[in-house]
């Protein structure tokens, strides 16, 4: 058995995972006015968010397999100060169209963080230790939405929307330092593949057609997908369908943080006793039920209250979905941990990058697609799970 995760090295990890909601959730209280400060329709403003959600799926399918060749330490520090730099460009961006061409950028500096963390959790540990490692990663990923949203929204009062990404710029050079002193490198050169982009291929290839990994990967996915479609749309329909404030809204999805941080941290304790394996279908199940009443409720404009439960019962479910499926994806793949987990990256934000402009589709006083999108990716990410993961394999016999 490996020792105990140093103290240090999973704080540096767990900042490190706090990329993708730092970077989409942070402005979420300022989306409202940015589209209407660079006079942009709301699917506009929210190609801002799948710009930068579909830079954070390419820069992990690119910064995976670097990280594999030339170790973990200098792609990601690479990353940092990119980050910190796009997120300067973002303060100063002239037009929507600016804004989404330097976030997609910035989402491709961005993804250095998210892929190496979860490499590193594998180069240095395995089974329910890395399971255990991951939850806690996820506890970190979810604090950045309870407090990202709530600075974000004080520092707009401080300026606009654009002293958001001034703060971002800064955050970014502070992950640097965290990086510099924190995180050493865990991938020795004899482990290195250098072979190139046609081994890289190869190694992907091997992925896909993979019954132990494949199948977990895009259940894991997919499943988030469910969980996007509510990051993205959620602040229309609260806000402009239901009338809450900016302020209250903040706070909705503060509460649904510390929900999904407190499955999370659940499971830690549960994984050991069950695995990784029967706990994700679990959370799969789980979110399929949330999301139906998610769209339960906007088909019958229901009460705000019932909605509010409906995407927390989603929420609390991805405490169990993201740190369990995650451990049962990378469990098999120790021969190529940066791939494996750049693909996973490529394939989560890429359906989030997908769903951001179809949750917008009904326009900001529409409830009804963001339902629609949740149940879509619940049913197909639970249907993955039961179909191609045999009950021996998830655990269940």
Same mark, same amino acid.
């Given at each position: 058995?490996? =020792? ?28 409202? &006015?940015?589209?209407? /400060? ?22 992990? *399918?690119?910064?995976?397999?670097? &990280? ?22 973002? /303060? ?16 491709? #500096?961005?993804? /250095?963080?998210? %892929? ?11 089974? %329910? ?14 604090? =950045? ?23 971002? $710029? ?18 020795? +050169? ?11 291929? !190869?190694?992907?290839?091997?992925? *896909? ?7 977990? $990967? ?10 996007? =479609?509510?990051? /993205? ?18 706070? @909705?999805?503060? $509460? ?32 399929? @039920? ?6 339960? +409720? ?22 169990? @979905? ?5 451990? =049962?994806?990378? $469990? ?5 941990? !940066? ?14 990058? #997908?769903?951001?402009?179809? +949750?917008? *589709? ?10 629609? @999108? ?12 039961? +179909? ?10």
């Amino acid at each position: 058995m490996r =020792a105990a995760p140093p103290r240090q090295l999973v704080w540096t990890l767990g900042a490190l995972s706090m990329f993708g909601p730092l970077a989409t959730d942070m402005y979420l209280p300022g989306l409202p &006015s940015l589209t209407r /400060a660079l006079h942009a329709s709301a699917s506009a403003g929210q190609l801002t968010l799948t710009a930068s959600v579909l830079g954070i799926a390419l820069g992990q *399918l690119f910064t995976g397999p670097a &990280s594999d060749a030339r170790g973990r330490r200098r792609p990601l520090l690479i990353g940092l100060v990119a980050f910190s730099a796009t997120s300067v460009l973002c /303060a100063i961006a002239p037009s929507i169209w600016a804004l989404i061409v330097v976030r997609l950028l910035q989402g491709l #500096a961005g993804g /250095a963080g998210i %892929v190496i963390a979860r490499a590193v959790v594998r180069d240095r540990f395995e089974g %329910v230790t890395a399971a255990r490692i991951f939850a806690t990663l996820v506890m970190f990923s979810s604090i =950045a939405p309870i407090f990202a949203p709530l600075i974000g929204g004080q520092v707009q009062a401080l300026g606009s929307w654009r002293t958001i990404f001034v703060a971002l $710029a800064v955050i970014g050079a502070l992950l640097v330092a965290l990086a510099l002193r924190g995180l050493p490198e865990t991938l020795a +050169v004899e482990q290195r593949h250098t072979g190139g982009l046609s081994q890289t291929l !190869g190694v992907f290839r091997q992925l *896909l057609g993979d019954r132990n990994y494949a199948p977990f $990967a895009a259940s894991y996915a997919i499943g988030f997908g469910a969980m996007f =479609a509510y990051i /993205a749309g959620s602040s229309y329909v609260l806000e402009n369908v239901y009338g809450i404030s900016a302020q209250a809204y903040s706070a @909705v999805f503060a $509460a649904n943080s510390v929900g999904l941080i407190a499955v999370s941290q659940i499971s830690r304790g549960l994984v050991e006793r069950h695995g990784p394996r029967p706990l994700l279908r679990l959370g799969l199940i789980l979110t399929a @039920v949330g999301a139906g009443a998610t769209l339960a +409720v906007c088909l019958g404009h229901g009460d705000v209250w019932l909605l509010l439960a409906a995407l927390f019962i989603v929420m609390c479910a991805q405490g169990l @979905v993201l740190p369990n499926g995650m451990a =049962a994806a990378m $469990a098999s793949r120790s021969d190529a941990l !940066g791939s494996a987990s750049g693909l996973i990256g490529l394939s989560q934000f890429g359906i989030g990058a #997908a769903i951001a402009p179809l +949750v917008g *589709l009904g326009g900001t006083r529409d409830a009804l697609p963001m339902g629609i @999108v949740m149940v879509a990716c619940a049913a197909i990410a639970l249907a993955i799970n039961l +179909v191609f993961v045999p009950r021996r394999a998830a655990g269940l016999d």
